[in-house]
T-cell receptor, first 112, second 113 residues
């Protein structure tokens, strides 16, 4: 089975712009979660989607949003980018609630 | 609020040594605990998943234990190799939030040839 894929792998944006990141889960996995990784804060949970519904949300401002499509693919959007949004954004998928989470390679976002 | 701590933050050992990485968490009400490995600039590779009802899991040279009551987990790596050099992350899935993994800051391991 193919693993979790994320596109694009690298992205450079300017403050104030918006960005959309994409994640394709492992085939058959209906849950997709997003995490932000920075050197200072480590890995922090953004949100989780299951069957096109947001099931859980972390402590991030409303500029961070997401959605999931009927084929389980997910997108994450960040509007009005700030310098502090520079990070590695990781997507993870799993088969069910208590199952192992599998991570993609991440999208490295740099905001200048 | 669940907090996960990993000690030490960094570890350097000679090749062939057996080593133990530690993880502690403040709230014992967890569904499971997962150990990951992260190479520089890369995503996370899942190593072992321990359900809350289990005491340990083994995969090759890796063995992870879980003591829920004391809020501790250890990852044992036998006969370390230079290829084991990476950052090892511990994450717990809490009882009230099924999708939410809470991570420690990791232990950066360097195995010298």
């Amino acid at each position: 089975k193919a693993g979790v894929t994320q596109t694009p792998r690298y992205l450079i944006k300017t403050r104030g712009q918006q960005v959309t990141l994409s994640c394709s889960p492992i085939s058959g996995h209906r849950s997709v979660s997003w995490y932000q990784q920075t050197p200072g804060q480590g890995l922090q949970f953004l949100f989780e989607y299951f069957s096109e519904t947001q099931r859980n949300k972390g402590n991030f401002p409303g500029r961070f949003s997401g959605r999931q499509f009927s084929n389980s693919r997910s997108e994450m959007n960040v509007s009005t980018l700030e310098l502090g949004d520079s990070a590695l954004y990781l997507c993870a998928s799993r088969h069910g609630a208590l199952y192992e989470q599998y991570f993609g390679p991440g999208t490295r976002l740099t905001v200048t | 609020k669940q907090e996960v701590t990993q000690i030490p933050a960094a570890l350097s050992v000679p090749e062939g040594e057996n080593l133990v990485l530690n993880c502690s968490f403040t709230d014992s009400a967890i569904y499971n605990l997962q150990w990951f490995r992260q190479d520089p600039g890369k995503g996370l590779t899942s190593l072992l998943l321990i359900q809350s009802s289990q005491r340990e899991q083994t995969s090759g040279r890796l063995n992870a234990s879980l003591d829920k009551s004391s809020g501790r987990s250890t990852l044992y790596i036998a006969a370390s190799q230079p290829g084991d050099s990476a950052t090892y992350l511990c994450a717990v899935m809490g009882g009230g939030s099924q999708g939410n993994l809470i991570f420690g800051k990791g232990t950066k391991l360097s195995v010298k040839p």
